[in-house]
């Protein structure tokens, strides 16, 4: 490489540098409590990571306004797994707060696969997702 080229190199770096995304969350809300999931379950209900065994769990992206706002919160989805491990139905039971998280949740829950359930198809199934601190992760 000659001296021409390597002279430009620290041009070409910072052009790079700013296509990169410099958006940092700025937390705008408190995150509220955690619900006790299990609180919203009848007793034949199965708890996400109790009965469930991941196959394909991709995490819904954080919803680019509650990003921007800096909002936090929470969705329980309540979902049901048919025999072949496929995610059959999604359904949000409670957001915190109410109309930001629950379209992303629903989305990313409706692509969900699970190893085929050993008692056959589970119904209401519940899953609580976290929108904390610009990051997206899975409740117990």
């Given at each position: 490489m000659s001296?021409?080229?390597l002279a430009a190199l620290p041009l070409a770096l910072a052009t790079l540098g700013g296509c990169a995304s410099s958006d940092v969350f700025n937390a705008r809300s408190v995150y509220p409590p955690d619900p006790y999931v299990k609180g919203y379950a009848d007793p034949e209900d199965c708890i996400g990571g109790e009965q469930l065994?991941?196959?394909?769990?991709?995490?819904?992206?954080?919803?680019g306004r509650a990003f921007r706002?800096?909002?936090q919160?929470?969705?329980?989805?309540?979902?049901?797994?048919?025999?072949?491990g496929h995610v059959e139905r999604a359904d949000i039971e409670r957001a915190v707060p109410e109309g930001i998280f629950e379209k992303a949740s629903e989305r990313a829950a409706?692509?969900?696969v699970?190893?085929?359930?050993?008692?056959g198809a589970l119904t209401n199934c519940r899953v609580l997702i976290r929108y904390r601190?610009?990051?997206v992760s899975l409740g117990s």
């Open positions: 001296h021409r080229h065994a991941a196959v394909s769990l991709d995490m819904p992206a954080y919803p706002t800096g909002r919160g929470w969705t329980i989805v309540r979902l049901d797994v048919g025999t072949d409706l692509q969900w699970f190893e085929p359930p050993a008692s601190l610009g990051q």
